[in-house]
């Protein structure tokens, strides 16, 4: 029996730490010292440790960190984590403005608007008021439980009143002061330091030691129920209403009347965000209104309701150093930027891409110059201008070479185009990127198969084309630097794993100009067979819609040179449709399927492997010939017409019962 005298002080212990702890963290208010409250800490945990059956879920020992993990447990969200659409200017916003007016069928709209954290979204599931499960985002629909590292982040409360269950979604993030202290230990200790804010949350977060976590003092902002409350009118009354329970929300938030004052909102934060201790990079900007939020619902994986107003990046200066050419897949010469590396919006830029010599002429770039750089949608690092007015005299023009920096064969300008070719086709470096793109996730997904494994494999002359990966053995990749008997058995299997990605991802993986990921699932629907593809006219091509007479004689021109090898692939096995006839004999052979609505179970993309996988082809369009729409939760206009042609609807739980029916 434990006394009661005991159950008496912990329970004190526990009010008091969790009052003090609020006080400390959300009101920035202590009433007690540090050493008092560590002094409290201690008692707990050392009558937790004795008697183990009094530890509870809402404990504030939890805070402290528990017993490391193996590996952290996938969870699949009740409800998606979506993303938000960007808008980049004051145009994209007002279209925004009127596309959500139109379809609210309103003059007058009322929005929220808040600055977007970058950090890392998490979902915060309460049971009976104790904080139960903790997730990342992961894909959107399936994230990882990182309960216990949640648990230490201070701000979170354990414990909330008046809930059967209740999920909460915010941003985890961490406050430059933090983050710089942070990479100060780290470099002292001679460990490697975080690039920036968002990794080094990332990075705490994600540690299977949720001491660790405890110890890297994250922050966290509340911003949204993804089930809307009863009670609740509006998304500000959510946020007033996250804070009551102990919540911490940004104070920086504002309702508008209209898109003036949003726009006047987002301006004053391009100006102000500097002044933040942490990093944003952006505005999200949402319908006020929950009743419409509903209405409004979701297009593909974004909110209608909603959009993220992408902060224009920083603009530093600093100096080009030089210029690299670089020779991509398609044998292109891309002359880069080395220049003096410099922190922009919490990375540091060493490099940047200049695409062209018509470019280098138009910002009117020497090497030696200093020069002006931001980071373009806020992620691609770009040179904006030169400043000739710094020059000295010791600046050098570029001139692009007429041989290729690799193979040395000629580099060639063609007509009408400003990119400058290596026209070699057995050109190392064209074959070293064609090999990376066909190996990489998008499109055969050979996991493993990452540059620097390719890079040996053509530097040893083990393959010199795509046919050749499949020839290779555990035995011959053994000869390889660092290539163990597990790894290499790990390689092969990953490599015949991937013979059954559906046609879309190997059309994707030729590499073929101009046909980009989208481009190549449009063919994959339309063909659905390698034969097909193989066999298909200009006429053909043109007649799938979004494809133009650029990529139509691109494809005829490809397939011409390259059919044998196509055929020598499919001999080998690759892709799931080569073996003649299996395709057809697939569950939904010749059955096309429409996707309308969010899925709750998957994501959309992977209904749509799922659909291919069992033969079947997916379309964006409703029409006769369709055999099945799959309506997820606020389906749209394409549910509407698959009624009015009385094509079968199945819901998503149709959709899984009849899929399940085929799971190996
Ligand atoms: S609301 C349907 N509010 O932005 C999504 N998101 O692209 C609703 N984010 O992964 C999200 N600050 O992690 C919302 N004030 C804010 C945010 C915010 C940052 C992140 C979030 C999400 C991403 C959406």
């Avoid at 009740?78 to 993303?83: A, G, R, V, W, Y």
């Amino acid at each position: 029996m434990t006394d009661i005298k005991i159950i008496e002080e912990l329970d004190e212990l526990k009010k008091s730490l969790r009052e003090n702890s609020y006080r400390y963290y959300n009101l920035d208010d202590p009433l007690i010292s540090d050493a008092e409250y560590d002094g409290m800490m201690n008692r707990l945990l050392e009558i937790e440790g004795t008697y183990p059956e009094l530890v509870t879920l809402d404990s504030p020992s939890h805070r402290v960190g528990a017993k490391p993990l193996d590996f952290f447990e996938p969870v699949t969200h009740k409800i998606p984590m979506l993303s938000l659409a960007n808008a980049f200017n004051d145009n994209d916003l007002r279209a925004f403005d009127k596309r959500v007016r139109e379809l609210a069928g309103s003059d007058k709209m009322e929005y929220a608007v808040e600055l977007k954290f970058d950090g890392l979204a998490v979902s915060l599931t309460y049971v009976n008021g104790a904080f139960l499960l903790g997730t990342t985002r992961g894909d959107g629909t399936v994230g990882e439980n990182v309960t216990a590292n949640l648990r230490t982040v201070d701000k979170i409360p354990l414990k909330i009143s008046g809930f059967q269950e209740l999920e909460v979604r915010g941003e985890v993030f961490m406050r430059r002061s933090d983050f710089e202290a942070l990479n100060e230990k780290k470099a002292a200790l001679s460990e490697k330091v975080f690039a920036n804010p968002r990794n080094a949350a990332a990075g705490s977060l994600r540690q299977l030691d949720s001491k660790i976590t405890a110890q890297r003092r994250l922050g966290f902002f509340a911003y949204s129920f993804p089930q809307p409350l009863d009670s609740l009118a509006t998304h500000s009354d959510s946020m007033k209403y996250l804070q009551s329970l102990g919540f911490p929300v940004d104070p920086n938030s504002a309702v508008c009347g209209d898109i003036d004052c949003v726009i006047d909102f987002c301006n004053l934060w391009i100006k102000k965000r500097s002044e933040l201790d942490y990093e944003v990079d952006g505005v999200v900007v949402k319908v006020n209104s929950l009743r419409l939020q509903q209405e409004l619902g979701f297009v593909s994986r974004s909110p209608r309701w909603a959009i993220a107003y992408k902060l224009p990046s920083t603009e530093v200066k600093t100096k080009l150093l030089g210029i690299e050419v670089q020779v991509g897949r398609t044998g292109t010469l891309t002359p880069v930027a080395v220049l003096e590396p410099v922190l922009v919006d919490g990375s540091t830029v060493s490099r940047a891409t200049l695409h062209n010599e018509d470019e280098i002429k138009r910002k009117n770039l020497k090497i030696g110059d200093y020069v002006w750089l931001h980071k373009a949608g806020q992620v691609i690092p770009e040179i904006i201008s030169s400043i000739p007015e710094l020059r000295t005299g010791d600046e050098t023009d570029f001139l692009m070479p007429h041989n290729c920096p690799v193979c040395g064969e000629s580099a060639v300008r063609i007509d009408g185009e400003s990119a400058v070719r290596c026209i070699n086709i057995s050109c190392m470096a064209q074959i070293k990127e064609g090999l990376i793109h066909y190996c990489s996730k998008k499109a055969m997904d050979i996991a493993g198969f990452g540059r620097a494994i390719v890079e040996q494999l053509v530097d040893t002359g083990l393959v010199k084309s795509i046919e050749d990966i499949y020839s290779l053995t555990e035995q011959s990749l053994a000869g390889l630097e660092r290539m163990g008997v597990k790894l290499a058995a790990k390689l092969i299997s990953a490599r015949e794993k991937s013979k059954s990605k559906p046609l879309k991802n190997f059309i994707y993986a030729l590499g073929i100009r101009h046909v980009g990921e989208r481009v190549a699932a449009l063919l994959a629907n339309r063909f659905g067979t390698v034969d097909n593809f193989l066999e298909a006219s200009y006429d053909d091509f043109i007649a799938i819609g979004d494809v133009g007479p650029e990529i139509a004689s691109m494809l005829i021109l490809f397939i011409k040179d390259n059919r044998e090898r196509i055929l020598k692939l499919k001999e080998i096995g690759v892709f799931l449709d080569g073996a003649p006839g299996s395709r057809s004999k697939l569950p939904f052979a010749s059955k096309s399927f429409v996707i309308t609505g969010t899925l709750s179970a998957m994501g959309r993309s992977e209904a749509e492997d799922i659909i291919e996988g069992l033969g079947g082809k997916n379309s964006s369009s409703v029409s006769k010939k369709t055999d099945y729409v799959i309506a997820g939760a606020q389906p749209g206009s394409k549910y509407d017409k698959a009624l009015a042609l009385s094509v079968k609807i199945l819901t998503e739980t149709d959709f899984l019962d009849l899929i399940k029916q085929y799971e190996k």
